[in-house]
């Protein structure tokens, strides 16, 4: 039925001719947007949230309609054709599509119905999509009861049934662990084999660098358009690697992002990696013992950094408004003793130990349902543990009093705020019910107004507000009583790279000043920016130790220097492997 | 030339046979989904069975023994026997007295509903021929029950009168009502509060049910997943109406077999009309479900609309409970479309009088007109098109 | 310091509800319009009623009897037939909801001091409308009667009754329904907004949020328990006043009185509210959970008909039904001028609803936090 078009020439199979789409009155969520997608090829939609990605995909998919110029999909023009379109396509969207109350088969037959695969054809297909997606044992359980991970592969299988010409994926990414991420993407490059042609889009910068080509998007318009490498390749020589730092990294990165010269930088484990601006040629001259710089290989993400103008500086206005904590005793902040969390027969969490002291960030890592939540609610007193203890600052968050609360500053997934209210009236509350009033009271919300903007918003509803400002906003609420303990549940997950810097421009400045931290997250890279790391899989913890301890640990010789993903990959396959064996 | 036509037939022939299969998945899902989601459970058999049993039990409009205060001021064998009158009456519970002013914190507390005053004089006066009036005071509060007090007190005194009478040989002409009730010679509010409910229940599954359903496909992302495929936006429609058309009739002969059975109200009309009437109703009441559903989706909204577009009206203005002439005139205007007021009676009248056609098919007729436009305006608003 | 928590938490629960010009909305426009509504609507009065007539009699007190019925007010169309087929056909299909046929002897037998039945057939499906038409049609009867003795010169009718009724003279309905429908009203919303109050935070995760703060489980519950007590006693303030300017009912007895009871009727609707919350993890469950409260409290409370036409066996189900005892109140002070000990005897079963509803919720609270 395809014949293959991976030869250059080929039609296009999707071609965007100055597409315009808002949505109200606000500023266009697409903005004179052309491009093509072709067949073969993995096309990644990349932007933050709020670019524009899931409607650019609703308009190929012919569910919404363009305000102003056109789109052609296989051939069909999105407005008149939108029939034939979703005769030839296939369609994930965020939340997946499924039917939570149907099993996994019988959400397959449903969309083999829908889709028109006859029935002759069904073993077949069924048989090799459950093969391919591995829930050949899952048949006949609720599509409810799966994993992310698990949803996301079904959502996929459900698409693919009467195979597609042209995959539209919208996030597939989102809320899933590294490993189904890659499983998921060795799926959908053997289909671009055999001709199919694959959006994909994404706020994972390292899933746009996979790309056989992006479409990258900011704010409605179109920033670039062609293959990664192209971008990549305009930072060749300005990336660098700052090794031996002696003393406190995070300080060292503050004071360097301030320089001229220098337009980003991360913390990577122990070292430091630096991106020069392109007039600065060179390599950053950097003082004290023992520094070691070396130029290293440009990623996406430094080209995207570089395409929007730079990273935030390195000084947090936040944390200087901070008293520094006296750097009292040695004792933990924070203690996780035997852990240990069961839900009926079922064992979330098993026999949790770590203790972290004053000024460090601790990083909860894992796949989906592996219990990191779990081990996050019990800490911070949400849930009960079935045994052992957990404490902070000394207290016991269960039992002990609202005086041990106020210590803690808790921001969550999804940034829960309340959506109601607007942005000063979320700081109000949150000021009052940690206790502040009066003048101390208008002085610190004043003090946030002013640190993170809010001015022009600050009469906006929360619900409305871009998340990158809701991020902003949940961190404020959160820190504003002067936390010396601070609970992130995933703070950054789909928020865009400018904004995810700055937020750790934050948290670096606040644990200088010896604010503890204890954050779970799905990225990587913010795993770097972590002292110490709990691998936590199948409710325990396989891993315990810095980012760079955790990557030696699988060094091997064809990968000398493996990635935080490689190193959490490799960990938890270990630990399966482990487990098969005993 | 005709090898052509053939290819066109065959195709077409294809094409049905792919617009039903994807029918009949949609139906089945839609059942799936059904028998396991507790709130549809909820909603189609367990409240139906609480609403029956309130209107069979509960809710009920027959006084049969309203307490009142009898006041006889002098006790005279004409007093005591008119008093006896009363005291033997099915409707009423005596508690007897000599004092009015005995009775009257009773009536401001709601203990009674009325007092009977026999005046001292009666007796004197009945003999001579010229008789005091007796005083009837009811608790104004509640009217209805306040009417009832007054009616049935004037019935007891007229019958005593006429025994008296009759007995003195006294030669009253004598105009005598005779009362017929047709239908429910009990006079047994359930009997027509129940068949009136069973309306009020397809009502609940018909447009609750199905605005919140498809609310929450919208909510949850599975509906955009439908659309990218190749049903059509008739199909969708159909694969929704269809299972809840066949809840809405288990759920109303659940109804049905509960008010026969346990209630013993009355089935006097055929099945095939009480099931021609019922899925006449349903129409309307799922296209309100649908449109609603398809205009707001927000399971909040579409829930507060179903019951206040839905349940409530079919309630209160469809001549269930409270009768429509008495209403005023701009009420009785609204009353028009609210398809529950053409179904009641129709549902009155095929479990108390029996199969009356003519009155079906014009409440029927009005009905599928409800339906169709409720549909047209649902399919309109159910275009594959998001935003 | 717990004061300075408590009050934040109040505050952003009546910005959340009362914000959204929406939601303003949802808490004021339907209230108000039920009110208008459903004041009118929901009546038990019988009028405009058509009645059919065969009259078979060519005498006068045939005749006469027509008069009389074509002129009663309660009647909107009195029909005429000659047909007897026809009584059939207008109460089949009601067209009428009663007949009455008048036999040709009726004058003669009257003339003669000999029984003269008339009968009245009456459409049994509505059987509540019916007999109230039946009463109004043996009153007119019955005058006849009493008049045709009086022009036979005859004795006149020995006995009459006097009906007097008190605290609504001319047994207006809607002296009857507005005080419920205060009551009622304010049941709807207080419950509505309280059961949705923890649902929804509990679905958008700001529920955590709560709970990690320095808030304390009973501050949490004060805190979702003012806020809605607040718009009920608005919506009772707002429905007194339309009550006694709008509609014009009476209102004799202390408003002290009736916001004092109000305030533990809200109690008691707020503590069920909380504990429908408590107990629902979605917002949809809590809607449902509402509703399966709400219908049951509204049919058996005696709003629409007397609690002691319920079998015995039911009628304690109404015990636990805090509508019962505030209706009783709202009614007793707006017609009957209520005394303080009658308000108090119905108030404390309110007050201990609210107390056992709203620890029970906070039992729930905590138990659901594990």
Known sequence: ?582 | MSNAGQSVSLGAARNRQLRTRRFLALVRKETFQILRDPSSILIAFVLPLILLFLFGYGVSLDATRTRIGLVVESATPVTQDLAASFQGSRYFRVINGHDRREFEEDLIRGRIRGIVVIPANFAGDFASGNAAPIQVLVDGSDPNTANFVQNYAQGVVANWARMRSAEVGSRLPVIKPEQRFWFNPELASRNFLVPGSVAIVMALVGTLLTSLVVAREWERGTMEAMMATPVTAAELLAGKVLPYFVLGLISMTLCVLVAVFLFGVPFRGSLFALYTISAAFLLPALGQGLLISATTKNQFLASQLALMSGFLPAFLLSGFLFEIESMPVVIQWITMIVPARYVIPSLQTVFLAGDIWPLFLRNIAILLVMGTVLFVLAARSTRKRIG | MWWVRLRALILKELLAVLRDPKGRFILIGPPIIQLLVFSYAATLEVKNVDILILNQDSGVAGYELVQRISGAPSFRHVLRTEDPAEIRDAINMQRVMAAVRIDATFSRDIAAGRPAPVQIILDGRRSNASQIVSGYLTQIINGLAADAAKANGRLAAPVSVEPRNWFNPNLDFLWFMVPNLVASIALLIGLVVTALSVARERELGTFDQLMVSPLRPHEILIGKLVPPMLIGMFHITIFILAAVFVFGIPLRGSVVLLYASGFFFLASVVGIGLFISSLSMTQQQAILGAFLFLVPAMLLSGFATPIENMPEWLQPISYMDPLSYFLVIVKGVFLKDLGPWDVALNTAPLAVIAIVTLSSAAWLFRRRME
């Open chain 1, 1 to 582: 039925m395809m014949s293959s078009t991976r030869e250059s020439g080929a039609a296009p199979y999707v071609t965007l001719s100055r597409v315009t789409k808002s949505f109200g009155a606000s500023s266009p969520a697409l903005d004179d947007v052309s491009g093509i997608i072709r067949g073969g090829e993995i096309t990644g939609l990349i932007g933050p949230d709020g670019a524009g990605k899931t409607t650019l995909i609703r308009l190929m998919t012919g569910l919404l309609v363009p305000d102003e110029g056109s789109l052609s999909v296989l051939g069909f023009d999105s407005r008149s054709e939108a029939a034939r379109i979703h005769d030839a396509i296939g369609y994930m969207p965020q939340r997946f599509g499924l039917y939570e109350d149907l099993s996994v088969q019988e959400n397959l037959n449903l969309y083999a119905d829908l889709r028109g695969l006859p029935l002759h054809e069904r073993s077949g297909v069924f048989e090799e999509l459950l093969r391919f997606t591995d829930l050949k044992n899952f048949t006949r359980r609720l599509a409810g009861k799966l994993s992310g991970g698990m949803k996301q592969k079904l959502g996929l299988a459900c698409a693919l049934l009467q195979k597609p010409r042209l995959l539209l994926l919208d996030e597939p990414g989102v809320g899933v662990d590294p490993i189904s991420r890659r499983e998921l993407w060795k799926m959908v490059e053997n289909l671009t084999a055999e001709g199919v042609g694959v959006v994909w889009s994404t706020a994972y910068l390292d899933e746009a660098e996979a790309c056989d080509r992006v479409l990258l998007l900011n704010q409605g318009k179109l920033l670039f358009s062609g293959p990664p490498s192209d971008l990549t390749e305009r930072m060749g020589g300005r990336v660098f690697k700052v090794t031996g730092i002696s003393g406190r990294r995070r300080e060292f990165l503050a004071k360097v992002l301030d320089r001229p010269g220098v337009i980003d930088g991360v913390i990577q484990g122990d070292a430091v990696r630096l991106v020069m601006r392109s007039d600065a040629k060179g390599e950053p001259l950097l003082e004290g013992a023992g520094v070691e710089v070396a130029p290293t290989q440009p990623r996406f993400e430094d080209a995207f950094v570089d395409l929007l103008g730079g990273g935030p500086g390195g000084t947090s206005q936040l944390a200087e408004a901070v008293k520094a904590l006296p750097a009292q005793d040695a004792a933990p902040v924070i203690e996780a003793r035997g852990l240990t969390k069961r839900f009926g027969d079922f064992t979330a969490a098993q026999d949790i130990t770590f203790s972290i002291p004053r000024g460090q960030i601790f990083g909860l890592l894992g796949p989906n349902g592996a219990g990191k939540s779990t081990t996050f609610k019990m800490l911070c007193g949400l849930l009960k543990p079935t045994a052992g203890q957990g404490r902070v600052a000394g207290f016991d968050l269960r039992r002990d009093t609202a005086e041990a609360r106020n210590r803690l500053g808790y921001m969550a997934q999804k940034f829960s705020l309340y959506g109601d209210l607007t942005v000063g009236q979320n700081l109000e509350f949150f000021a009052g019910v940690y206790g502040l009033r009066g003048k101390g009271k208008s002085q610190r919300i004043a003090l946030m107004n002013d640190i993170f903007d809010f001015g022009p918003h600050a009469k906006m509803s929360a619900k409305d507000l871009p998340l990158g400002l809701k991020q902003r906003l949940a961190l404020a609420c959160a820190v504003m009583h002067e936390p010396e303990v601070l609970f992130l549940d995933e703070p950054t997950s789909g928020v865009d790279p400018i904004s995810r810097r700055e937020f750790w421009t934050h948290i670096n400045g606040l644990v200088e000043k010896g604010v503890t931290v204890l954050v779970t997250t799905h990225f990587m890279e913010e795993a770097e920016y972590c002292d110490r790391i709990s691998l936590i899989y199948r409710g325990q913890s396989i891993a315990l130790g810095s980012p760079d301890e955790l990557k030696v640990r699988v060094a091997s010789a064809e990968n000398p220097d493996p990635t935080m993903e490689d190193a959490f990959i490799a960990l938890v396959e270990q630990s399966q492997a482990e487990a098969v064996a005993a």
